[in-house]
């Protein structure tokens, strides 16, 4: 089992940045991480996804070049450096977690694929 713990969601402007975090426990040791986001009335969405390893990434279209997945296997954490926001960036995002099952370098982007998910944090951004 995983538990996963966001933060760092809230309140800004368009062309401002934010920075969430997820801080996972439990069994942690192999996952591949991903976020997602939903907004109201929509289904939830690939946001980023990162490998074990953190040397393979992968990211959705709307948000290449602008968002940063990380993480810090010591801390047990993931990161999402958000700059350049939109409006069109509002939602509740969520971090998700999976076991690799092919190695250290694999990533995610299905949602369906990760069985582990946080309780989400919500992010308004502001034109």
């Known amino acids: 089992q995983v538990q996963l713990v966001e933060s760092g969601g809230g309140l800004a402007q368009a062309g401002g940045s934010l920075r969430l975090s997820c801080a996972a426990s439990?069994?942690?040791?192999?996952?591949?991480m991903g976020w997602f986001r939903q907004a109201p009335g929509k289904e939830r969405d690939f946001v980023a996804a990162?490998?074990?390893?953190?040397?393979?990434?992968y990211y959705a279209e709307s948000v290449k070049g602008r968002f940063t997945i990380s993480r810090d296997n010591a801390k047990s954490a993931v990161y999402l450096q958000m700059n350049s926001l939109r409006p069109e960036d509002t939602a509740v995002y969520y971090c998700a977690a999976r076991f690799s099952d092919f190695g250290a370098t694999s990533y995610y982007t299905d949602v369906h694929q990760y069985p582990y998910w946080g309780q989400g944090t919500q992010v308004t951004v502001s034109s």
């Open positions: 439990g069994r942690t040791s192999g996952n591949a």
């Open positions: 990162i490998s074990w390893s953190g040397g393979s990434t």
